[in-house]
């Protein structure tokens, strides 16, 4: 190949690799904003509907090493009062960043609306009941905040595939928040039997429980 057309046929590559390039860039910003576009902005956790999404092929995979955990913060509404509503955010996002932590880079968290969370984290069987214990210790921790710590509380409850008898994202978010709602307040995790897979549930939450129409700043 002589010298003088050496020049053309790197012009005509780079004819053809720029093309290529802004599409590729194009690509990778549709997907961020689409990405972007099923996250809770203020806690990064998915929303609801992209959480299920994510949550139940999770559970397809893997249904005998994966936990649900619902979470509910307490006396939100008084940290809200008294610390005002960034204070607020700020116990709402470490909320978030402690479950995601939690569940792992193969778990998946979702903020369902208002105070409360769902996580499902891939895990070994033996060891679910010190991880269960790890979450309760470290969900409930006061959270760094100018003028003061805020103090955090969380109400947890969990469920297994293995111990409801069902691999159904819906009877598995039933009967975790059936656990979560009888264990109010007492600062552990209450794990699921079959009996709460059976009560009756609005989207995953036990009906007439308080909070079911939570209004505000929901994700």
């Not at 010298?3 to 690799?17: D, G, N, Q, S, W």
């Not at 809200?80 to 402690?98: E, P, S």
């Not at 109010?184 to 709460?196: E, I, N, S």
């Amino acid at each position: 190949m002589t010298a003088a057309l050496l020049p053309r046929k790197a012009l005509h590559i780079t004819a053809m690799v720029l093309p290529l390039a802004g599409w590729t860039l194009h690509t990778a910003v549709l997907h961020r904003r689409l990405t972007a576009a099923h996250r809770d902005p203020l806690t990064g956790t998915w929303r609801r509907e992209a959480f299920t999404t994510r949550a139940q092929r999770l559970l397809e995979r893997y249904p005998d090493e994966v936990v649900l955990v619902l979470a509910d913060a307490d006396h939100f509404k008084r940290l809200n009062d008294t610390r005002g509503h960034a204070a607020g955010d700020t116990a709402l996002a470490a909320i978030g960043a402690r479950l995601t932590e939690w569940s792992g880079p193969c778990g998946v968290v979702g903020r369902l609306g208002g105070d409360e969370f769902a996580a499902l984290a891939r895990i070994e069987p033996r060891h679910q009941q010190l991880r269960l214990e790890h979450l309760a210790r470290v969900v409930s921790r006061p959270v760094p905040y100018e003028g003061g710590p805020l103090p955090l509380a969380v109400s947890l409850g969990a469920a297994t595939p293995a111990a409801v008898t069902s691999t159904g994202l819906p009877f598995l978010m039933r009967a975790a928040d059936a656990a979560m709602y009888e264990g109010k307040h007492t600062g552990g995790v209450v794990q699921a039997r079959p009996d709460h897979a059976r009560v009756p549930s609005v989207n995953g939450r036990r009906v007439g429980r308080p909070g079911t129409a939570v209004r505000g700043r929901a994700a």
